[in-house]
């Protein structure tokens, strides 16, 4: 009956009469379709760029044309917009970013990529009036980004801001990657690059040739997605999924040539279990993306249910991370990416278990990220919101449809949407990316 009611929402019928009510239909999102260089088309600049940016555009092989006053009146469209606002100190440089992003979005696509620029507000430590005024800029580009990507969501334009301590190669992948159709499905979001970390180049084609990838929970949805998104990139795959999901991952890995290790991940035997499937090799990226939900509220809720939530999205990951790296399975630039959840940043009904979990997940990434500072070593997080997968399927329609429209997009996500992320955590170029939170969710509406 849910999926009946689907079909005649969808349907033009359906869509015609939702009209009629004031209720439009969700645009179309573009998904990256393997080209390089990453991003489609020219990309508008705010000004004209700085040494240090042109550089950093020519390296990514990106061509650009820098905003005009004319420009408001060209025909030429474009799919993704920057301005670089490191240099701002005071508020008065604020009203460049009106000028500029009012007048930019009417040359934008649907579905573009609006990206600012800015100077990390935690590395501007002196105390004097100039550093505080422009610490307090810093941190007006996140506001007016988030307020911007609502805005600007009907038409699925994204906007974020990108922080960094100077614009160099640390922060080429990340700007290239939100400039992208790569980042389709993240919106409103600052992402913080750390100094120091002399990131690898980018390799624009494919990133993680002759890296080694296990992915837990492999077999379906988004464990499958991430595991063909890394792949395509040129990593090698293990696979990873419970007994009764055998059948299932090794049909999922055998088109990828990878690896299928069926076993409990909350098991003591899991660690070795990897370890054989390695044979010898060390791992490069770690993918945390097993779990489970056992919904009822704190009042009903078995404590089985309770148990097996935080054992298998919490516990599991910190113990089989911590278990490689003792056993120096890990590489020396290892890139660990957990999934947490929206559910973890903003809490449902229903969910103690699963949101403590997750949330749990974003603290264990936060105080690793710290103790592996200067090892080369990264971990990080991806929170998806409401993406669609066979999970989600089950829901009732009526809730499954207010899931949906609860972002600025008003739409669900797709499982390649959450895989992308994690794609961009693991790469080698990533250094600067560490302890860091991404939420994939269409700028959900509630805890974004």
């Known amino acids: 009956m849910s999926k009946v009611l689907e079909n005649l929402f969808y349907s033009k019928v359906g869509q015609s009469l939702m009209s009629a009510m004031g209720v439009k239909p969700a645009l179309e999102l573009n998904r990256y379709q393997n080209q390089v260089p990453w991003v489609n088309g ?32 060209a025909p030429n469209k474009y799919n993704a917009a920057l301005l670089d606002a490191t240099e701002f100190a005071n508020t008065q440089d604020l009203t460049e970013l009106k000028t ?81 159709d790569k980042a389709t499905y993240i919106s409103g979001q600052p992402l913080y690059v750390q100094a120091g970390s002399q990131a690898s180049p980018l390799n624009l084609n494919k990133p993680l040739t002759g890296k080694v990838a296990l992915v837990t929970g492999a077999a379906q949805g988004i464990g499958a997605a991430i595991a063909q998104t890394l792949s395509r990139d040129g990593a090698h795959i293990i696979g990873l999924d419970i007994p009764p999901a055998k059948d299932a991952l090794e049909a999922s890995l055998v088109a990828l040539n990878g690896t299928a290790v069926a076993t409990d991940i909350t098991s003591e035997q899991a660690v070795q279990d ?74 449902n009904v229903g969910q103690t278990n699963y949101s403590a979990s997750k949330s749990g997940v974003a603290g264990y990434v936060r105080k690793q990220a710290k103790a592996w500072k200067g090892t080369g070593k990264t971990i990080n997080a991806i929170a998806p919101g409401f993406i669609e997968t066979q999970m989600t399927d089950d829901i ?48 959900s509406l509630i805890g974004a």
Not at 53 to 67: A, C, G, I, K, T
Not at 154 to 167: E, F, G, M, Q, S
Not at 412 to 425: C, H, N, R, T
């Open 42 to 73: 020219k990309v508008l600049l705010a000004a004209k760029p700085s040494q240090a940016l042109n550089e950093l555009l020519s390296s990514l092989e990106l061509e650009f044309d820098v905003f005009t006053a004319d420009d408001t009146e």
């Open 100 to 180: 500029f992003f009012a007048r930019a979005s009417k040359l934008l696509n649907n579905s573009a990529h609006m990206v600012t620029l800015g100077i990390s507000p935690s590395t501007l430590e002196n105390l004097s009036a100039q550093d505080i005024e422009k610490a307090a800029v810093m941190e007006a580009l996140n506001g007016f980004t988030r307020s911007l990507a609502k805005e600007y969501g009907r038409k699925a334009i994204t906007a974020n801001v990108l922080y960094c301590d100077a614009i160099n190669q640390d922060v080429a992948t990340p700007l290239n990657f939100l400039l992208s």
């Open 274 to 347: 990897i370890i054989a499937a390695l044979d010898g090799k060390q791992l490069d990226i770690v993918v945390h993306n097993a779990g489970v939900t056992r919904d009822k509220t704190l009042g009903r809720m078995p404590e089985h249910f309770w148990d097996m939530a935080i054992n298998i999205n919490l516990l599991a990951p910190m113990m089989v991370t911590q278990g490689l790296d003792t056993q120096n399975v890990l590489s020396d630039q290892a890139r660990i990416v957990c999934i947490s959840s929206i559910s973890g940043i903003a809490g």
């Open 396 to 443: 009732p329609f009526m809730t499954r449809e207010i899931g949906r429209r609860m972002n600025s997009m008003s739409q669900g996500g797709k499982p390649q949407d959450v895989a992308e992320g994690v794609a961009l955590f693991a790469q080698p170029s990533s250094q600067g990316l560490n302890g860091q939170v991404l939420r994939v969710c269409g700028q």
